[in-house]
C-alpha cells in the first residue's frame, strides 16, 4: 500500500471513530456531519469525500457485501444452505474483529431510523436468498417456499449480530455452534418443504 492510500485509510478509521463516539455520546440524531468533520479534524466536503452520508459510516460496507453473496450464490455447486454457510465463515473470518461491530450495533439498535434502514437492506439479501433457494426447491423466486426460506434466512443472520448485553460465551465455545444451530433449523425448514411439494406434485 502506497503512501496516500495509507494516508487515506487513516482518515477514513478516524472519520469512523469519530462518528461511532459522537453516536455514542449525543446520539445518531442529534450528531450532524459537521460535528463529525471538527471531532475528525476535517472539513465537511472531506467527509463526504469518503462517506456519503451519516448512515454510510455504520453500512458504508452493504454493496460489496450484497455483491459477495449475491456472487458466491450464483456461483455455488450444493445446495443453498452449505453455500450460505460458507459464505458467512469467509466473510466472518474477512471482517476486522475489534470493538467497532459491538459499537455500531448499539448505535443501529438505539436508533429506529436506523433499524428501519438495517431492514429494508437485509429485505435486499432475502430476495437473493429467495432466488437461490427457489432453485433448490424447482420454485419461483416468488412462491411462497423460497420466500420462507429466505426470511428464515434473514432472521438467522440478524440473530447472529453480535449482541452488546449478552454474556461472555463460556471458554472453548464452539464460535461457529450458533450459526449451525440457525442453519440447522434453516436445513429442516427446506426438507419439510421439499417434502410437502413432492406430497403436491
Known amino acids: 500500500m502506497g503512501l496516500r492510500e495509507r494516508k487515506k485509510e487513516r482518515t477514513a478509521r478516524a472519520i469512523e471513530d469519530a462518528a461511532l463516539r459522537l453516536f455514542?455520546?449525543?446520539g445518531f440524531q442529534a450528531t450532524t456531519v459537521a460535528d463529525i468533520a471538527e471531532a475528525a479534524d476535517i472539513a465537511p466536503r472531506t467527509f463526504f469525500s469518503y462517506f456519503p452520508s451519516k448512515e454510510s459510516v455504520l453500512f458504508g460496507d452493504f454493496d460489496e457485501t450484497f455483491e459477495s453473496l449475491s456472487d458466491h450464490l450464483a456461483a455455488r455447486t450444493g445446495d443453498v444452505i452449505d453455500a450460505?454457510?460458507?459464505?458467512?465463515v469467509?466473510?466472518?473470518e474477512q471482517e476486522d474483529h475489534d470493538a467497532d461491530k459491538v459499537r455500531r450495533r448499539e448505535v443501529i439498535d438505539a436508533t429506529e431510523q436506523l433499524l428501519a434502514h438495517e431492514r429494508h437492506l437485509l429485505a435486499r439479501f432475502e430476495e437473493v436468498?429467495?432466488?437461490a433457494a427457489a432453485?433448490?426447491?424447482d420454485?419461483?423466486?416468488?412462491d411462497l417456499h423460497p420466500r420462507l426460506v429466505a426470511v428464515a434466512a434473514g432472521a438467522a443472520l440478524?440473530?447472529?449480530q453480535p449482541d452488546p448485553g449478552a454474556p461472555e460465551p463460556p471458554p472453548g465455545t464452539d464460535p461457529l455452534a450458533p450459526l449451525d444451530d440457525a442453519l440447522a433449523f434453516l436445513r429442516g425448514g427446506m426438507s419439510a418443504l421439499r417434502r410437502r411439494r413432492a406430497r403436491a406434485g
Open 24 to 26: 455514542a455520546e449525543r
Open 129 to 131: 436468498i429467495a432466488a
Open 158 to 160: 440478524t440473530a447472529l
Open 90 to 92: 469467509d466473510h466472518v
Open 135 to 137: 432453485v433448490d426447491l
Open 139 to 142: 420454485a419461483g423466486p416468488r
Open 84 to 88: 450460505l454457510r460458507a459464505w458467512i
